[in-house]
């Protein structure tokens, strides 16, 4: 799992962008505390990708926001893109025993039609919407469910790591049913917001994967929602970690990697189809996005989601 610094300005946290490695699936499965593969020393942060964090056994302590968790046996931390995590010192975990999953909403499933849709529409990403972005969400897992939430972990963990036949069918499986977990311990949580917090969030969604092909812009979204461009930045930020532009191009890059994933298409009318007409610019913008080219991408990922 590879991530760099992509934003840090002032006294506001940095924040991390996944780019994993070509042919990598966006998953990711750490020991946190005992035995761990990182240790809990951290500036304060946030990710532009989900995670969950879960402890079977008491132990630790969690800095979220400015709130600091003392984990107890069961604690499962839903952590949203842009959910701020407290600066860490290095025995803050030294004491716990869990995992933390990491994962990109398009990891799910081929079919998905995009990652912010995705956030809107599907059931089990839907708990990692919430907005504030002070902190992850915490949830408890019942102590008869412990043990099988430990070996779902584990068992995700040794595919990503032996990366037998069929791993990458066997992590989407282990994902889900973690996801399903996560979905069903948060089900009041979910309600409210699809009640009461999210009708703009669904509507910027809406108006981005209706017009993502074609030219579109922060005040064009804006308009199409009929707020100011300020507000919407403000108010998407705010609930994503993400500002409107990000996700513009958060969804045609998930397009064009499928197209070129599955297809023979030159790179430029890719870069067409997904609302850059530039094929120069289209380049530069999958380049920055990916850390490599649109043909070098291809070359390491052509037909592997078919």
């Not at 996944?18 to 990182?38: K, N, Q, T």
């Not at 500036?43 to 402890?55: K, L, N, Q, T, V």
């Not at 500002?243 to 023979?264: F, H, P």
Request: no cysteine; charged share 25%.
């Amino acid at each position: 799992m590879r991530t760099r610094r992509t934003r840090m300005s002032g006294d506001e946290p940095a924040q991390y962008a996944w780019r994993p490695a070509p042919g990598e699936l966006s998953v990711a499965a750490v020991r946190l505390g005992h035995g761990a593969e990182i240790n809990g020393a951290h500036e304060a942060h946030s990710h532009d990708f989900p995670g969950i964090a879960y402890f079977e056994e008491s132990g630790g302590i969690v800095r979220h926001g400015r709130q600091v968790r003392h984990v107890e046996a069961g604690d499962l931390f839903v952590i949203a893109p842009g959910d701020v995590m407290g600066q860490a010192r290095g025995d803050d975990l030294l004491d716990a025993h869990g995992w933390g999953v990491f994962f990109t909403a398009d990891v799910l499933s081929s079919d998905t039609p995009g990652t912010h849709l995705a956030w809107r529409t599907h059931p089990l990403l839907f708990p990692f919407v919430r907005g504030g972005a002070t902190g992850a969400l915490r949830l408890k897992v019942p102590a008869p469910a412990r043990a099988e939430w430990t070996a779902r972990v584990e068992a995700l963990h040794d595919e990503l790591h032996h990366r037998r036949d069929g791993y990458r069918e066997a992590v989407s499986a282990h994902l889900t049913l973690l996801l399903v977990g996560v979905s069903r311990l948060a089900a009041d949580v979910v309600g409210d917001l699809r009640e009461n917090a999210e009708p703009l969030l669904a509507s910027v969604f809406d108006v981005i994967e209706r017009r993502y092909a074609e030219p579109l812009s922060l005040r064009e979204v804006a308009a199409a929602v009929s707020v100011s461009p300020g507000h919407l930045t403000s108010s998407v930020r705010r609930r994503t970690g993400r500002t409107v532009g990000e996700w513009i191009t958060e969804r045609r890059m998930v397009q064009a990697r499928r197209l070129l994933a599955v297809t023979d298409l030159p790179v430029g009318d890719i870069g067409a189809q997904v609302g850059i007409p530039d094929a120069g610019y289209f380049a530069r913008t999958f380049g920055k996005v990916h850390g490599m080219s649109p043909t070098r991408w291809r070359r390491f990922n052509h037909l592997n989601t078919r």
